[in-house]
């Protein structure tokens, strides 16, 4: 509508200014024609104010709708680590170490914190979501130290305090998911192997580096029996080297 009367409004105006200068040449009368061209640049000025704005066609403009954290609301805090861009409003969150690792991660386990040390081979955890657990690791046995005294016992369990206690560990099951006393039975991860490998078992897996410390012997239970020959091995070395008991 608004281009219609913007080009009726140009027609009158070339009318009128023709006209004007025919009656200026003649020595005849101005009025009308000035009349007809006031009106028509009023016509003009009203198809202006009527056409709405157009965008410029251009293949390279790129039109982005705005994040909505870009928008004026109530400012929203960025965890840690995220970056937020404050032209655009978009924000790049980045994965905790753990979590991408996690992610690329051959096994499945369950993240936890120590909260307690029982004896060499039980610990007490807290899961992400509050759960409190008792612990037994899968596939060894370390000396008794609480309701009895065995030799070694006592040396077997402030090793694990000392490597365990308040650390982050990552639980993975076997086949059991508990024992006769309800307790988890978990193989317990220092950090998430990349690969299953003798060598990342060796340095990542707690239940293997009590074997090859010497602090706690080969205790197999099937159906539990997921790395028994990588820990027959480690006991092997650990009698070889007079490693611990």
Known sequence: ????????????????????????????????????LFAGFG???????????????????????????????????????DSKDKETGTTTVKLPVDEALEITSPIITVKATVTRVIDGDTIEVMLDDGTEERVRMIGIHAPESTTRHEPYGLEASNFTKEKLHGKVVYLETDVTNRDRFERLLRYVWLDYPSVISEQEIRIKMFNAVLVIAGYSQVATYPPNIKYVEYFTKFQNEACESNAGL
């Open 1 to 36: 509508m608004g281009a219609f009367i913007g080009f009726l409004s140009i027609i009158i105006i070339i009318i009128c200014v023709v006209w004007l200068l025919i009656n200026l040449k003649r020595r005849k009368g101005k009025k009308k024609p000035l009349v007809w």
């Open 43 to 81: 016509l003009f000025v009203v198809a202006v104010a009527i056409t709405p704005a157009q965008v410029p066609s251009n293949e390279n403009y790129i039109v982005t709708k705005p994040a909505p954290d870009a928008l004026p609301t109530q400012p929203t805090e960025v965890p840690p680590g």
